[in-house]
């Protein structure tokens, strides 16, 4: 899983070549899925298609999304947006098709995820921003930059005209959910509905789940360090320097700046080195996908499948999002790239402002929270890439500053008669909680423990106390 998540993706050109014109017509049986190549037969509806966000014509974009109908009673279940981050991922390839979803690609055909978030909910899956996966914008210069702003403003269109398309999901409970880069896009999405709905309540929100998300960029980021060194990645020596010399928000400020210092080239360097390649940042115990490491070399090495977890997921989602077949099904389409990609990066055509994961969006949590709507931040303990550690300090001093006294003190929580992590509620409205063993990809990785979570999230209860 080594590109799918906070990979920091380097800035590109856009470029676009053809200029045909997709319009979605108002009624959803247009979108709905017959069937997709290899899939078992199911009882819930499935739908994907384009949903136009331009606001003229000459700068003509289309978000493409992956809509599952709750597996029964879907009239009486809440609607949920899940977004993957990146900046640059695909939250179709890597949240629906390998986290939550209920299919996993497996050689030819798709396998059933027994822990589908869609058991609970009708799970909503967008490719944002246009150029990721198969969303797309056609720009007449080739100069188009995407931030979290853009990104913003174009989600929340999307709804709104997804929505003209889906009516019976106008007034549903809905729910926002993702993680990573969704610590940006969830909560800046989350500000422009609250605003919207002040005027003419457009959206029934009900609640933010982020997981390992992004929500303070020097915080986040430097607790990185310590789960190194305090995880046996790096050796002691290499720690002082992690922290005194050149720490980790300083080199990746550097990075995006084109600027890195000698000083931080050097550190970086070192902690390279000890952390080594084959060791997956998203999840420290999980075995690597050797062809994924060695991607250049991927006749060499069959899949391991030596545990439960198949870790080499990423490509055989990447092969099947890539045959003919499977894009009709899907009635999607390549627009600007040559293929479909698990994260937009060099090859592609993403041009994210990257600077703007130095934007602090703990306190757009905190307004949220404020005006009423509950927050969950959840965080896989095995990932290096947004240490929990970071998440609950973040958490703890939110709540200080927003008054909330702690309503469930820090305990386990448990499923299936195992601890499945540890979780702390404050002001009953403010969560916290862990995914014991769980990746940056937590439902990926943990997704009996994952599915548990959703619920308890979607429900408004505390994680349960006993099995
Ligand atoms: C990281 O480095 C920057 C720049 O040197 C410094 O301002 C900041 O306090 C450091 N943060 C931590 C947590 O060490
Ligand atoms: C939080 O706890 C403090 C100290 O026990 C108390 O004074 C305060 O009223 C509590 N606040 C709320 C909102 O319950």
């Known amino acids: 899983m080594k590109t799918m998540a906070m990979a920091l993706l ?26 997709l190549p290899g899939q078992p037969s199911v009882d819930f509806q499935h739908f994907s298609g384009y949903i136009s966000v331009s606001d003229h014509q000459k700068n003509h974009k289309a978000l493409f999304y992956y809509f599952a109908e709750a597996e029964k009673n879907p009239a009486s279940k809440p609607l949920v947006l899940w977004l993957n981050g990146g900046p640059g991922c695909s939250s179709v390839g890597v949240g629906a098709f390998s986290e939550n979803g209920p299919f996993r690609p497996d050689g030819q055909v798709l396998v059933r995820n027994e822990y589908s978030w869609n058991i609970e909910a009708n799970m909503l899956y967008l490719e944002t921003p246009v150029g990721v996966g198969f969303s797309y914008s056609r720009h007449s210069s080739n ?11 174009d989600n929340l269109v999307f709804l709104q005209r997804w929505f003209n398309k889906f009516p019976q999901y106008k007034h549903r409970d809905l729910f926002l959910t993702g993680e990573s880069y969704a610590g940006h896009y969830i909560p800046q999405l989350a500000k422009l509905m609250v605003e919207a709905n002040s005027k003419e309540k457009l959206f029934n929100l009900k609640g933010l789940a982020l997981g390992n998300p992004v929500l303070e960029f020097a915080t986040d980021l430097n607790s990185r360090a310590e789960y190194f060194w305090s995880h046996g990645l790096i050796s002691d020596s290499t720690y002082r320097m992690f922290t005194s010399v050149c720490n980790y928000s300083r080199y990746v400020s550097e990075y995006y700046r084109d600027s890195v210092s000698p000083v931080c080239s050097r550190v970086m360097n070192q902690v390279s080195i000890e952390t080594s390649k084959f060791v997956d940042k998203y999840d420290v115990t999980l075995d690597v996908c050797i062809s994924s490491v060695l991607s250049q070399s991927k006749a060499i090495s069959p899949n391991q499948m030596t545990q439960r977890i198949d870790v080499c997921v990423e490509d055989k989602i990447v092969s099947y999002l890539n045959r003919k077949d499977v894009q009709k099904a899907l009635h999607a389409k390549l627009v600007g790239v040559r293929r479909w990609d698990v994260c937009s990066d060099d090859t592609s055509i993403l041009d994210y402002q990257m600077l703007d994961l130095e934007i602090p969006t703990i306190s757009l949590v905190g307004s949220i929270v404020k005006a009423g709507i509950p927050v969950l931040v959840y965080s896989g303990d095995q990932d290096s890439a947004i240490p929990l550690t970071g998440s609950r300090t973040l958490v703890d001093r939110l709540a200080r500053e927003l008054g909330l006294n702690t309503t469930v003190p820090y305990r386990v929580w448990f499923q299936g008669k195992q601890v499945g992590g540890w979780t702390q509620v404050y002001g009953n409205i403010l969560s916290f909680a862990t995914i014991r063993g769980a990746s940056h990809e937590a ?12 619920k308890s999230f979607l429900q408004g209860r505390a994680l349960p106390l006993v099995f």
């Open 143 to 153: 100069d188009v930059a995407v931030d979290d702003e853009a990104t913003a403003r």
């Open 10 to 35: 380097l800035v590109l050109q856009l470029c676009f070549i053809s200029m045909e014109f997709v319009e979605s017509s108002s009624h959803h049986y247009d979108h709905k899925i017959v069937r």
């Open 443 to 454: 439902p990926f990785s943990q997704p009996e423990r994952s599915l548990m979570l959703f």
